[in-house]
């Protein structure tokens, strides 16, 4: 007479460790899941104001920009001197949408062409801008005037942000064409004007003494309307943070 006794193993139950790693990824995905699929709807960056950027020259306003921007990288391969970038997941509506990060590479807006809007295909980038004769990004404003080396009557000797610096200038002393790397330009200042000394406006930025005697040397970086937003002085301020950074984009007719 046979046997009913069921002879098969018994199930393995998973360990403790196991469940607990099992819970853990599950976790992990549904939250990574969640988080890219909100910043690829725009939800975070847009409700949040997480990110904010420096859009590049000529642009419409942040909505129409963003509207009429293909994301089709043209700017971003005509750049000079790359300082154009695209929108990581972190940017919500802004995804592969480019911008210009000035303090790492600002725009080389002594390219008089402004070759970024000439090759946008959809207006998003445009000269025609309030019907002005300058196209701009934002306005230089000095944000921390103690931290300034003019201000506090600093010179400054040897490059301007190290020498592990990436950025590149096109130095009118140099080479009006063709861009060289920051490091390459040292300077030997008693009182810093980096910020007025590589403008590529003229007139956009000086630096005016705070007093008459002529043995202090101290001095206050002035932003006049000329100002573009290019962040060619945020990317040159030796300080860090920058003394001088580029805010809120304007157009002339809002200066």
Same mark, same amino acid.
């Given at each position: 007479m046979m046997s009913d006794t069921n002879t098969s193993p018994p199930a393995k139950v998973p360990s403790r460790r196991a469940r607990a790693a099992r819970r853990a990824f599950i976790r992990s995905v549904f939250f990574g899941g969640t988080v890219v699929g909100a910043a690829?709807?725009?939800?975070?960056?847009?409700?949040?104001?997480?990110?904010?950027?420096?859009? %590049?020259? +000529? *642009? !419409?306003?942040?909505?129409?920009?963003?509207?009429?921007?293909?994301?089709?990288?043209?700017?971003?391969?005509?750049?000079?001197?790359?300082?154009?970038?695209?929108?990581?997941?972190?940017?919500?509506?802004?995804?592969?949408?480019p911008f210009v990060g000035a303090r790492d590479q600002a725009c080389d807006f002594s390219c008089d062409a402004v070759q970024?809007?000439?090759?946008? %295909?959809? +207006? *998003? !980038?445009?000269?025609?801008?309030?019907?002005?004769?300058?196209?701009?990004m934002g306005l230089a404003?000095?944000?921390r005037p103690n931290a300034c080396l003019a201000r506090r009557g600093e010179g400054i000797k040897g490059t301007a942000r190290g020498t592990d610096f990436d950025g590149k200038l096109r130095y009118m002393e140099v080479d009006r064409w063709t861009p060289i790397p920051v490091t390459d330009h040292p300077y030997d200042l008693d009182l810093c004007d980096l910020c007025a000394r590589e403008c590529p406006i003229d007139g956009a930025i000086t630096i005016e003494r705070l007093n008459l005697d002529l043995s202090d040397l101290r001095g206050d970086p002035v932003v006049f309307d000329k100002c573009v937003g290019c962040g060619v002085c945020e990317m040159m301020c030796p300080v860090d943070p920058p003394a001088i950074v580029v805010v809120e984009r304007l157009r002339y007719g809002d200066l």
């Open positions: 690829m709807l725009g939800f975070f960056p847009v409700k949040k104001a997480w990110t904010k950027r420096l859009r %590049p020259p +000529g *642009a !419409l306003d942040e909505d129409d920009f963003l509207a009429a921007c293909i994301k089709c990288g043209q700017c971003v391969q005509v750049c000079p001197v790359e300082a154009i970038k695209l929108g990581d997941l972190d940017e919500g509506f802004g995804v592969g949408v970024c809007v000439l090759a946008c %295909p959809t +207006g *998003a !980038l445009t000269h025609e801008i309030d019907r002005k004769e300058q196209v701009t404003r000095v944000t």
